[in-house]
């Protein structure tokens, strides 16, 4: 989206997986004063159902149990914060090695799904929302990684301002927090 977003594509909203793609965008292309951080994410280790090679850990992911894993590319947060976790485990040289790359955490996910590989790495809510034939074994490590926030903003050049303003005070809305915590988001006071 950062791409896009820079590349010009029309929007009204930016709403991020990571600050450092709304920093980079930020002072051309948002509205400072709709910036805000709505959301907490945890990243998780995800094996594909039927897996049978005993992997229970981030720290398994090193060793021979995992032949393959899904990450995100380091364009993308997904990337990082998995980039961030093996780095603080010591273990982003073995992991890395054996690393099929997504451009986004759906192709992760997908990966997984479809058992092309031994485990991945991905967003709680998207192991919450999968159709089936994950499941999750491991919460990253307490400390691994920064927090995965997601910020939001209007753009400058947003063509509908007020409705997007209006959207944004939705999202963070009762009732819109409800549906966030339905699928394990947590919400920044």
């Known amino acids: 989206m950062q791409t896009q977003i820079e590349n010009g594509a029309e929007a009204d909203v ?11 965008v930020a002072a051309e ?12 994410n945890k990243i998780v280790l995800i ?15 090193a060793t021979d149990k995992v032949k393959l894993i899904a ?8 990337g990082q914060y998995s ?11 073995k992991v890395s090695a054996k690393a099929s790359l997504g451009t986004n955490v759906k192709e992760v996910l997908s990966q997984v799904e479809s ?3 031994d485990c991945g790495v991905v ?3 998207d192991a919450a929302t999968s159709k089936g034939g994950i499941k ?13 926030v997601y910020p939001a903003a209007v753009l400058k050049k947003s063509a509908n301002a007020e409705a997007a303003k209006a959207f944004l005070d939705y999202l963070n809305s009762p009732k819109a927090t409800v549906v966030f915590k339905k699928i394990g988001f947590e919400i920044v006071k």
């Open 14 to 24: 930016f709403l991020s997986a990571g600050q450092k793609q709304m920093d980079a």
């Open 29 to 40: 292309y948002v509205d400072p004063a709709t910036r805000k951080d709505l959301l907490v």
């Open 47 to 61: 094996v594909p159902s039927n897996s049978k090679a005993g992997i229970k850990s981030f720290a398994d992911c």
């Open 71 to 78: 990450l995100g590319n380091s364009s993308v947060p997904v």
């Open 83 to 93: 980039e961030e976790i093996f780095n603080s485990l010591k273990m982003w040289d």
């Open 115 to 117: 058992g092309s590989v």
């Open 123 to 125: 967003y709680a809510t």
């Open 136 to 148: 999750v074994v491991a919460n990253a490590p307490e400390g691994s990684h920064k927090p995965a």
